[in-house]
């Protein structure tokens, strides 16, 4: 499977599953074991796992090898490497702390996404400023 293709079949399984603030970067300039990096939240331990769990039955459907699959256990960073994209399903604040945009981040790859998709997930509460 070309990557193109494959890269919108990663996006549109973790859209299918809500994922927020999802990343795509062009790796292949950096490395030649993979072409893309993708990264995604998702606001619980349950939905990292899901979105893991979306891309690899996506991944299975259309007979494409997962090389590895790892963090299911905990939910808090899934890593799922299909050869030639490595896909990262991370908790707000695990994403924060590993700040991978910024290893990764210098040739981010124009996608087309939905809107929900863009949006960050925020770890921890904030005051929304209402007094109702």
């Known amino acids: 499977m070309d990557i193109q293709k494959l890269q919108r079949l990663v996006i549109d399984a ?4 809500k994922a927020q603030d999802i990343k795509v970067f062009n790796t292949s300039h950096i490395t030649s074991l993979f072409d ?4 995604a939240s998702g606001a619980s331990n349950r939905q990292t796992r899901a979105l893991a769990e979306s891309v690899a039955d996506s991944a299975r459907r259309h007979k494409v090898t997962i090389v590895a699959y790892e ?8 890593l799922l490497d299909l050869g030639d994209i ?6 707000p604040s695990i994403r924060q702390y590993y700040n991978l945009e910024e290893v990764w981040g210098d040739k981010p790859v124009r996608v087309k996404l939905l809107p929900q998709s863009t949006q960050p997930v925020f770890s921890g509460s904030f005051d929304s400023g209402d007094d109702a």
């Open 36 to 39: 893309r990096v993708v990264i």
């Open 71 to 78: 963090g299911q256990d905990t939910g808090e960073w899934v």
């Open 14 to 17: 973790l859209e299918d599953v």
């Open 86 to 91: 490595v896909v990262h399903c991370m908790q």
